[in-house]
């Protein structure tokens, strides 16, 4: 399928480190930048080209979109994927079109007040794509993550800065390829959460990194979409 399946702007130019610097981000006690993160999910979205899913990796005022939103609802989407950010926190907004759920993935809070603080970043997302959390009915329902949301038995919580990064991935790669997640390196992970709920994320950070280096080789050099 084409990458218009999954990034509706058309290809995307990447930046990409060394795999050295790839290499010191999995071992080293440094927080990853969200640049990082998004260009994780590219790749996995492209390497993917899954159905019905989009990752929307859009700065806050990119203005591609212009004034006609894309209706996702006819195009047969399922689930929108993005990154928000509010100083130097991070955090991964999925949105559920058939049932109208956004969950706020937060390892910092589970507060249901500090969704505020997101709706922004939902309203403009939503935008883009023909939706309303205002005027849809149902009436969109906003909320942190229950453990259905994952389809492994997956807890979380960024109790250090450095594991927002790792932890982001993990999850971006199970929403965007959950088949390749568990092929690759995760089943044995996946086992291990469900004895304890748990997860390492100096595991995961290894885990990512490797396969940030396999998603990269065959596209370096080259336009992506």
């Not at 390497?47 to 004034?67: A, M, N, P, V």
């Not at 970043?121 to 229950?146: C, E, Q, T």
């Amino acid at each position: 399928k084409k990458c218009s399946v999954v990034h509706r702007r058309g290809s995307k130019q990447l930046i990409i480190a060394s795999d050295k610097y790839f290499d010191a981000l999995s071992r080293d006690s440094r927080s990853w930048p969200i640049n990082v993160v998004k260009t994780f999910a590219w790749l996995m979205a492209h390497e993917e080209h899954k159905h019905g899913i989009i990752f929307d990796d859009s700065d806050e005022d990119d203005d591609t979109f212009g004034k006609r939103p894309i209706n996702v609802r006819r195009k047969g989407t399922e689930t929108i994927l993005s990154l928000a950010t509010k100083d130097s926190h991070y955090v991964l907004i999925e949105i559920k079109v058939k049932p109208n759920v956004a969950v706020v993935y937060d390892g910092f809070s589970t507060v249901d007040r500090d969704l505020q603080q997101w709706m922004p970043h939902i309203d403009r997302l939503m935008s883009r794509y023909g939706l309303s959390r205002i005027n849809d009915r149902p009436h969109w329902i906003i909320r942190h993550p229950d453990s259905f949301d994952f389809r492994s038995n997956f807890h979380f919580t960024d109790e250090k800065e450095i594991h927002r990064g790792p932890i982001a991935c993990r999850m971006l790669w199970e929403k965007l390829a959950y088949k390749a997640f568990i092929e690759r390196g995760g089943e044995c992970i996946t086992l291990r959460m469900r004895m304890r709920k748990s997860i390492d994320p100096d595991e995961i950070a290894v885990l990512c990194m490797r396969e940030m280096k396999e998603l990269i080789a065959p596209n370096r050099e080259r336009s992506i979409g």
